[in-house]
Nanobody
Framework: VQLVESGGGLVQPGGSLRLSCSSN????????MGWFRQAPGKEREPVAE???????RYAPSVQGRFTISRDTATNLLTLQMDSLKSEDTAMYYC????????????????????WGQGTQVTVS
């Protein structure tokens, strides 16, 4: 499975960005998909995850500001990021795994098998 992220960049605090992740996972609908981020000197942390049935989970730090969605027809995963803060600055990664997962928050990075190369988001 190959994943390719796009959409990162530089944005001012309070602004918005939309990240995309294209994949060749087949069938796309059978995979759990997630977004993670890693700031310099910090561990990779979960941001949001969406199950094969469309159920979404968010990290408390982004709840209400970020929205994860998927289009199984085009194999595209997106992360709409609004009201961005300086602490959102990080490299953002797309990940995929057959799952399934349980719980109210996104699963950790160790739960995902396939990863993209990342796209940089800078809020300044």
């Amino acid at each position: 499975v190959q994943l390719v992220e796009s959409g990162g960049g530089l944005v001012q605090p309070g602004g918005s960005l939309r990240l995309s992740c294209s994949s060749n996972a087949y069938p796309h609908s059978r995979y759990c998909m997630g977004w993670f981020r890693q700031a310099p000197g910090k561990e990779r942390e979960p941001v949001a995850e969406i199950d094969s049935d469309g159920a979404a989970r968010y990290a408390p730090s982004v709840q209400g500001r970020f929205t994860i969605s998927r289009d199984t027809a085009t194999n595209l995963l997106t992360l709409q990021m609004d009201s961005l803060k300086s602490e959102d600055t990080a490299m953002y990664y797309c990940a995929a795994d057959p799952g399934p997962y349980a719980g109210s928050t996104p699963p950790p990075a160790a739960s995902f098998t396939y990863w993209g190369q990342g796209t940089q988001v800078t809020v300044s």
